[in-house]
């Protein structure tokens, strides 16, 4: 069976990111992967669930938060709690 494609509308239209936005991840080679067939843009199926299954999801940061505490002696840098 073959695989379905999507346009870089239908992928914005379904994950409210702006085409704007697609296109510049793909410039900048971020975000899903995509195909080109001569000058069209398409998303396999398949590899856009993949991808959005890989994005963090609310309260699954990796990122360390970080608040800027000022003392006496200088500025320090001290984990959130």
Do not use: C
Request: glycine share 8%; aromatic share 8%; hydrophobic share 30%.
């Amino acid at each position: 069976m073959s695989e379905r494609y999507l346009t870089e509308i239908e992928v914005a239209e379904r994950t409210r990111i702006s085409l704007k936005t697609l296109r510049r991840w793909r410039l900048e080679r971020r975000g899903p992967a995509y195909r080109k067939f001569g000058s069209l843009v398409r998303y396999g199926e398949e590899e856009l669930i993949h991808w959005e299954q890989a994005q963090p999801q609310s309260g699954d940061d990796p990122v360390r938060r970080f608040d800027v505490q000022s003392e006496r002696n200088g500025n320090r840098l001290q984990r959130a709690g």
